[in-house]
């Protein structure tokens, strides 16, 4: 008897979690593909009328960034970027007249959270696009959902296996990616090391726990290793670790041209200040996360620093950065410029670009298309282009970073911009 | 080379110790591992911030560090107001506290990180270089002064302990709160004044570490861990016991970490607890007392 | 029943999986571990690894994956058992710090940090989870009621006591926690199967904490009330999506609502929510059957 109590038990279980409706039938059927296009919009649209009726249903678009966890720090100013540029589409006519309507979920850096948000994105409330995060875990969850549901994932995941599959070289159909990758990032600042400031031999310190950091130092070793530099020393450090003297002491003995940190601020303030009262002199080539405040934090002078930029933030006279971030700063009483509000305007951009061309721009599958093969010069909130390559999904080679550096007074300047068209 | 490495691995040790002794406190009366305590440190850190920021011309490091020692104390009764006196009242195991305290930690995180997380933030320097030198040997000018005060506390704090009748009241507490509360002595007030130490210790390390580091929400919860092997291979509850693990582990990190790279030091530093506590399963100091079972 | 649905009733069944490995582990043998989640890790990476280079079923990898993780937690528990319980709880942090150490310096083939992902799609994968929770919570729920089950309770409320009843406590304590560890496995071969991804940060010690928190906010001591708190806990943050509140989005304070509410269960109802109670269908059977009876004595 307790034996069939315990089976029934179980069965309630199972009946209790499909109570909401959980019809077996649903399931064996693909994947909701349809579901993103039966929005309202199409069914009252055009099929009743036989002339042309102006569909003014609004498009939904989703947006993913991390606004509570670990990188919020990035996540908020790419949030408030995305918001700040729908706001802008939408007085500027919208989408050939059609609003946007956006949908902004918090992924606390956490694929199994991404994951929960872009099916709620996408199946409930049926977005026609997602705008994503400048992190590679949740994305790289999102690689094979997007091809299943034909939703097109415009972002800011620099690693370049979030677009392209590192085994074929092809690009995952419905990913695309809104700035250079880590890898054109790490090249332009790794030949610029080589080129200008004579550098010959590098260590790079880095966090093998953050994804971001893993994906600027391996490209950055590779380059320098290509180009006839030594790298002396590769060392690491994780999430738990708080101090890096140890690491820090090792490469000052070994005394390198220049030393690459590429982790986020905090981590890289750590790290630059063990370097430093290790008493090492030599340059520091950063990441693009070395931009204030940086220089703010660190408790050592902070002196031949040379590292990546999207954007020269100061410069007015080019791209809508400037007035972003000024914007943005009073809006959120944030104290210091950051390049993410960019981010989410650029990848924004991008994606109105390829609405603004497509018959029906709710429709994933046109708009995937048109983000392949017709994105060119969409104009970036630095004032630079962002032409997408078919085969990369990311932008093309000329689309290239700054390298900036702080001066005595401890601002940061930009020095140049540069290009770069190195490749494995 | 080997000695600038034992120094750096006592500067970081004493960045430890500094957390341990915090977890020891409490540990040695209400026998749980306080998480909240690094939450804790993280909220002093941000107080004593906001405290410099409030004045035009910045007042001296010491009244921060007694204003956020002040606050720390204030938030730490608030922390057991909320979390802890009703467990308490109920005589809950102590698996209980330990439950509440790592859910305390968390949202304190989660609290400065949505609502103050918008930026990152650093005191602002207090000594003119960040190293000195004895001999050939670079000594850290904040490691050294978290280092001394650590030591400073411990001096304190074990003077209490061993010389005062409230430090012999929480020793008996300690020991047996059951008892003790029969021979007379008002266990609750003990426990107030053991929030109180652990509030002081928050308060202080919060502005150290934000001395040391920059200013996060994870800031103090980041170092829970470390400062929870070094409070539990010290011996459970004893406070030179913690110190003197803190800083063996800061050693044992650093040397691990230069010969062997840092991502086997989890690895061996996993088999050598292993070994010390099965060696030596009353912790480095010897138990401060003894368990039933 | 769209995929948002399916996908959050397996998000559910994976916190609900988990847990009850720590409900066996924690209820019946008193043993407290926050390094459950690296099983997890193990297991997944172990699955899916095998998986793709090897290029064989799942099915096939996933019983590696799992004896992997059994033998696994057999050697840690022979000298970690011995010690006293918190020292055990401290070696479990260590233990999680470890296989994500691991799963890094293996990066060659996991992928280290950036994640594995690409893990190949399931059809039907919620009746599988559904069916996988069903079964674990079974087996979980024989083990409470078995003569094991009743020697580990024993066990957890007074080791002397149960040892001078002849009861092996250690070599009980081995065995539960071989099980405990296993269940985890499982839940993170459930886990990568979901998310398609799977990366070291995902199985830190705060999820391992978290499936602790989970067990406590139940009631140790219930079943029902764990897997309940579980599943409710883990759904909870999706209702307070886009909901804004003085002008500050609820999105993002979920996790401080998560945590109120966590400390107030602890501190009001220390048992959980469901104490010691175990909902049963003791009642409803025994309705039928007396209504089962009326009609048949109405047919004579």
């Known amino acids: 008897m307790k034996k069939y109590l315990a089976v029934l038990l179980a069965v309630v279980f199972v009946a209790a979690m499909a109570v909401t409706g959980c019809n077996p039938a649903d399931q064996g059927s693909t994947p909701d593909a349809s579901a993103p296009v039966q929005t309202p919009a199409n069914t009252q649209g055009g099929a009743e009328t036989p002339t042309e009726e102006p569909n003014l249903e609004p498009i939904k678009i989703g947006c993913i960034q991390d606004t509570s966890g670990g990188a919020s720090i990035a996540g908020k100013p790419n949030e408030w970027g995305v918001q700040y540029a729908v706001k802008w589409i939408n007085e500027n006519g919208g989408v050939n007249g059609r609003m946007i309507e956006l949908y902004t979920r918090d992924c606390q850096n956490d694929a199994e959270v991404g994951v929960t948000c872009y099916r709620e994105l996408v199946d409930e409330i049926g977005v026609s696009a997602i705008i994503g995060p400048p992190l590679s875990n949740p994305a790289s969850a999102w690689v094979d959902l997007a091809t299943e549901d034909q939703i097109p994932i415009v972002g800011h995941f620099m690693d370049e296996q979030c677009t392209t599959d590192p085994e074929t070289g092809e690009a995952y159909p419905y990913m695309f990616l809104a700035e250079p990758s880590c890898s054109v990032q790490s090249y332009i600042l790794a030949q610029y090391a080589m080129e200008e400031l004579g550098v010959k031999t590098v260590a790079t310190l880095f966090n093998t726990s953050n994804a971001y950091a ?192 702080y001066d005595e007074n401890n601002e940061i300047v930009c020095l140049v911009y540069r290009t770069t068209d190195y490749v494995k | 080379m080997s000695l600038q490495l034992l120094i750096s691995g006592i500067s970081l040790g004493s960045v430890y110790a500094l957390i341990a002794v915090g977890f020891a406190i409490v540990f040695s009366v209400l026998k749980f591992s306080n998480f909240a305590h690094g939450g804790m440190i993280s909220a002093c850190a941000y107080i004593g911030y906001y405290f410099q920021r409030s004045f035009p011309s910045t007042p ?193 990190e650093i040397f691990l970490t230069y010969y062997l790279g840092s991502l086997s030091t989890p690895i061996i530093l996993f088999g050598v607890m292993l070994v010390f506590l099965a060696v030596r399963p009353e912790g480095i100091a010897g138990r401060f007392a003894k368990d039933k079972v | 029943m769209s995929n948002y649905q399916l996908s959050l009733i397996m998000l559910a069944c994976i916190s609900v999986i988990s847990v009850s490995g720590v409900f066996a582990m924690t209820s019946l043998a008193g043993m407290f571990s926050l390094g459950q989640a690296a099983y997890m890790s193990i297991c997944a990476y172990l699955t899916f690894c095998l998986a793709k280079y090897l290029d064989l079923p799942v099915m096939l990898t996933a019983v590696v994956g799992l004896a992997a993780s059994g033998l696994v937690a057999l050697i840690i528990s022979l000298p970690a058992l011995k010690l006293r319980r918190d020292y055990f709880a401290l070696l479990s942090v260590g233990f999680g710090e470890m296989i994500s150490s691991i799963v890094i310096l293996l990066g060659k083939w996991t992928n280290a940090s950036i994640g594995f992902s690409r893990i190949p799609k399931v059809d039907n994968l919620v009746l599988v989870i559904l069916g996988i929770t069903a079964l674990v919570l079974f087996m979980v729920r024989n083990l409470k009621r078995s003569r094991f089950g009743r020697m580990c309770i024993a066990l957890k409320t007074d080791e002397i006591a149960a040892k001078s009843f002849g009861i092996d406590v250690y070599r009980l304590k081995i065995k539960i926690y071989v099980i405990a560890s296993m269940i985890a496995a499982v839940a993170g071969i459930c886990y990568g199967l979901r998310n398609r991804v799977i990366s070291p940060d995902a199985f830190d010690w705060s999820l391992s904490a978290e499936m602790q928190i989970l067990l406590f906010f139940g009631g140790t001591n219930s079943l029902t009330g764990s897997v309940i708190s579980a599943a409710a806990l883990k759904i909870l943050p999706e209702f307070l999506k886009g909901v804004s509140f003085f002008g500050v989005s609820l999105q993002d304070c979920k996790t401080i609502i998560y945590c109120a509410l966590i400390i107030v269960i602890i501190n009001f109802r220390t048992k959980g929510i469901m104490g010691e109670h175990e909902l049963s269908l003791a009642p409803l059977v025994k309705l039928a059957r007396k209504a089962g009876a009326r009609r048949a004595k109405e047919s004579k």
């Open chain 2, 60 to 252: 001296p490091i010491y009244v921060t560090i007694l204003f956020s020692a002040l606050c720390g104390v204030a938030l730490s009764f608030l922390v057991d107001f909320i979390a802890y006196r009703r467990l308490r009242a109920k005589q809950a195991p102590n698996i209980y506290y330990f439950l509440a305290s790592i859910t305390v930690s968390i949202a304190i995180v989660q609290i400065l990180s949505v609502f103050y997380g918008n930026n990152l933030y650093a005191y602002p320097a207090i000594f003119e270089s960040t190293t000195f030198f004895i001999g050939s040997i670079r000594f850290s000018t904040i490691d050294t002064l978290i280092l001394l005060v650590s030591l400073a506390m411990l001096a304190v704090l074990i003077y209490l302990i061993d010389k005062t009748r409230v430090g012999l009241a929480i020793r008996a507490v300690a020991i047996n709160a059951q008892t003790s509360k029969l021979m007379g002595i008002n266990s609750g007030f003990i426990i107030v004044a053991v929030f109180a130490i652990a509030g002081v210790l928050a308060g202080v390390s919060g502005v150290l570490l934000g001395l040391k580091y920059s200013i996060y929400p994870t800031l103090g919860s980041q170092m829970m861990l470390k400062g929870f092997i070094a409070s539990v291979i010290g011996g459970l509850g004893s406070l030179s016991g913690a110190i003197a693990a803190a800083i063996i582990l800061g050693v044992v």
């Open chain 1, 214 to 405: 893993v994906a600027h130092e391996a490209p950055f070793v590779d380059y320098i290793k290509a180009n006839g530099g030594t790298v002396l020393a590769e060392e690491t450090f994780t999430w738990t670790d708080t101090d890096y003297t140890a690491q820090a002491q090792k490469i000052a003995a070994l005394n390198p041209d220049a030393v690459l940190l590429c982790d986020y601020c905090n981590q890289m303030v750590t790290a630059y200040d063990n370097l430093r009262d290790a008493g090492y002199t030599g340059k520091i080539l950063g990441a693009n996360t070395m931009y204030p405040p940086f220089n703010t934090l660190v408790k050592n002078k902070v002196y031949d620093c040379y590292f990546v930029q999207n954007y020269d933030l100061k410069d007015t006279t080019k791209g809508t950065i400037a007035e972003l971030v000024a914007t943005q700063m009073a809006d959120t009483n944030t104290d210091y410029p950051t390049s993410n509000v960019g981010f989410g305007w650029d990848a924004a951009m991008v994606l109105y670009n390829a609405m603004l061309q497509a018959n029906d721009p709710a429709d994933g599958e046109e708009v995937r298309e048109i983000l392949e093969n017709n994105t060119a010069d969409v104009l970036s909130a630095g004032g630079e282009t962002i032409t997408i390559d078919p085969a990369t999904h990311r932008p093309t080679r000329d689309m290239g970073m700054y390298i900036a550096t």
